[in-house]
């Protein structure tokens, strides 16, 4: 089975800490994704990446950054943490790029607390 | 900002009932589509996919698409309470490169 491993399944930071979220998946998968999910706004990107070193901002990518050393692992970080960004945040993953087939394959997701 | 536009719901259908969720879009350049279940404290996971238009059954669900009307459907035949869930709309993004979510639609069926 595939498996997208997240870190942390619950984290609680202060305004204005560097935040890190971890991501690894364990299927050699090319790309991976970062989303947040929130009530009522429902999923939204904010990062992806379709390969080593390489990334993309999604739809919200404002105070964050991304980083993926390793095709395997996948970052997301909080320069400075605001309220704001208390939420769900999911990662993915999946196996083809630009293909017919574009699966997702989530972690189970961490939720952020930001006081 | 490509948008995905599903009804909120919930939606309320008794055990073996059809259950029907819609899904519009504005990006014409998409050409992938997806459904995912998401249960009420996990995380989603896919169900159906569908790349031309008209129909395409799998079990008890049917994915429908229309690209000339920017639409896509989901059937649930025979629903039952194991299917009460949110339902998330994802049209694949014109370069084919992820996934926009809708903001999904709750379903919940009464036995």
């Known amino acids: 089975d595939v498996k997208v491993t997240q870190s942390s399944r619950y984290l609680v930071k202060r305004t204005g800490e560097k935040v890190f979220l971890e991501c690894v998946q364990d299927?050699?998968?090319?790309?991976m994704f970062w989303y947040r999910q929130d009530p009522g706004l429902g999923l939204r990107l904010i990062y992806f990446?379709?390969?080593?070193?390489?990334?993309e901002k999604g739809d919200i990518p404002e105070g964050y950054s991304v980083s993926r050393e390793k095709k395997e692992r996948f970052s997301l970080i909080l320069e400075s943490a605001s309220t704001n960004q208390t939420s769900m945040y999911l990662c993915?993953?999946?196996?083809?790029?630009?293909?017919?087939?574009?699966?997702?394959?989530f972690g189970s997701g961490t939720q952020l607390s930001v006081l | 900002q490509k948008e995905v536009e599903q009804n909120s719901g919930p939606l309320s259908v008794p055990e073996g009932a059809i259950a029907s969720l819609n899904c519009t879009y504005s990006?014409?350049?998409?050409?992938?589509f997806f459904w995912y279940r998401q249960y009420s404290g996990k995380s989603p996971e896919l169900i159906m996919s569908?790349?031309?238009?008209g129909d395409k059954e799998d079990g008890r669900f049917t994915a429908q698409l229309n690209k000339a009307s920017q639409y896509v459907s989901l059937l649930i035949r025979d629903s039952q309470p194991s299917d009460s869930a949110t339902y998330l709309c994802?049209?694949?993004?014109?370069?084919?490169?992820?996934?926009?979510f809708g903001k999904g639609t709750t379903l919940s069926v009464s036995s």
């Open positions: 569908i790349y031309s238009n």
């Open positions: 994802a049209p694949q993004n014109q370069a084919g490169t992820a996934l926009i």
């Open positions: 299927m050699d998968h090319e790309n």
């Open positions: 993915a993953s999946s196996a083809d790029w630009g293909a017919s087939n574009e699966k997702l394959f």
């Open positions: 990446s379709y390969d080593v070193k390489m990334k």
């Open positions: 990006d014409r350049g998409s050409q992938s």
